[in-house]
Nanobody
Framework: QVHLVQSTGGPVQAGESMKLSCRATGYGNKFYCMAWFRQAEGKEREVVATIDTDGKIYYVDSVKGRFTVSRDYSKTTLYLEMDGLKPEDTGMYYC??????????????WGHGTQVTVSS
């Protein structure tokens, strides 16, 4: 069984940076597509960034130019480098993995979530 283990988050000041990680463990721990989602209080979960093993990347418009998604060489660890954080980036961040193309949105495995709180 595959698990996604996320790094811890925490509070940061606006303008600062934070890097999240998500490590896939267990049998069959390589996903074709991995993604970061976030959910702010009272709002629906939204996709932040996706990356597949071919290197195709997607970002939601609100994070373009500030966030960078990447995977390690083994393709089992996903990262999200967040620069220039804004209060509106506050939320619970989740990673997810899929065995099919990212745009199919068939997310089979989810991480436990990492709280990111950005204060102004």
């Amino acid at each position: 069984q595959v698990h996604l283990v996320q790094s811890t988050g925490g509070p940061v000041q606006a303008g600062e940076s934070m890097k999240l990680s998500c490590r896939a463990t267990g049998y069959g721990n390589k996903f074709y597509c991995m993604a970061w989602f976030r959910q702010a209080e009272g709002k629906e979960r939204e996709v932040v960034a996706t990356i597949d093993t071919d290197g195709k990347i997607y970002y939601v418009d609100s994070v373009k130019g500030r966030f960078t998604v990447s995977r390690d060489y083994s393709k089992t660890t996903l990262y999200l480098e967040m620069d220039g954080l804004k209060p509106e980036d506050t939320g619970m961040y989740y990673c997810a993995g899929s065995s099919v193309a990212c745009d199919v949105s068939d997310w089979r495995v989810w991480g436990h979530g990492t709280q990111v709180t950005v204060s102004s």
